[in-house]
């Protein structure tokens, strides 16, 4: 079976946590004297396995909890990330208690997924697609409580989409929907409400009921964008690649009138990794020689860096799975 592709240093010091004692008005000395601890500094984190690093602030709302890079697969525990070797992707929920691994291999002629309690390391097999179908790109609802894959066949050279996989994370079960007249590169992730799915058709984006049904089609709008949500915190806007008719490469569209609510000036990424907050994504963008993961603006203003590293690590396919704590 497929290797789940990825899609990716340059920072210094540590975090130091400090008690700073703020002087105070002689009139409130009867209350005592007033301590504020402050906030911690940003920490720069290497990832294990390559040369990246990561900058976070114990403030993000969004930290990276796995990664992977060429056929390699990390996940976040506790300070540290620890390689998983039976695994080709992990994704974790949203709120960070469970995550679903897809296995390097088929078991007993099936694909199948691993439910992970990460406070216990426990798992849970669970099979979705008989061989020689895939089922892969894990996507999380944003409740935790379901799971939605890609299910691929080989046609020629070449994967095609066939439908999905829901995978529901508290019966511990998994149903696969044949999806007809599918696009054959269309990847499904959940809308933003959790009841349908939407992956990318003929240019636009179509919303399918969980048994398969289709519900809407947004025409025009170019295929969704990467990351784990392709939808903004409040469910109004999604985010796509821009259709070719733009000049400007990422485009936000009301999800209920199906309009243009913003076009991305200014910016040519490489890769989208999602939605930060209601007016900011993550971007991957090329800088000076080397790649950085950015925060963006609507207008295209780049307001943090996020990571940094070089051509050679984007050349590795990396990519990072930011959850929502």
Known sequence: MPVTPGIHRLFGC????????????????????????SAAAPVDIVLPGTRVTVREDSKDALRVTSYSFGKM???????????????????????????????????????????????TSKGTRIRTVRK??????????????????TVERKSGSAWVTSGFVVVDAVAKTARTVTVANVDKAARFRWSSDGVDV????????????????????????????GGEDAFTPSGRGLMTWCPSSHTEHVCVWDRTSGKL???????????????WDEKHFIAVIPASGHYQV???????????????????DWSGKLYLGYTRK
């Open 261 to 275: 609510a913003a076009k991305v000036p200014g910016i040519k990424p490489k890769a989208l990794w999602g939605w």
């Open 132 to 149: 020689p179908l895939v089922a892969h790109y894990a996507h999380w609802n944003r409740n935790g409580g379901k799971a939605v894959l």
């Open 14 to 37: 540590l975090a130091v946590l400090a008690l700073v004692i703020v002087p105070v008005p002689a009139a409130a000395h009867a209350a005592g004297p007033a301590i504020v601890e």
């Open 73 to 119: 697969t990390y996940l976040r525990r506790g300070a540290g990330f620890t390689r998983q070797n039976a695994y080709q992707e992990i994704t974790v929920a949203p709120k960070g208690k469970k995550a679903l691994a897809v296995p390097t291999s088929y078991q007993s002629g099936y694909d199948s997924v691993v439910l992970l309690d990460l406070a």
């Open 294 to 312: 950015v925060l963006s603006t609507l207008k295209g203003k780049t307001t943090r860096v996020l990571a940094a590293f070089s051509a050679a």
């Open 198 to 225: 939407v992956a990318e058709h003929s240019g636009g984006t179509r919303f399918y009921g969980q048994d398969g049904a289709i519900r809407r089609t947004l025409a025009k709008t170019g295929r969704p964008a």
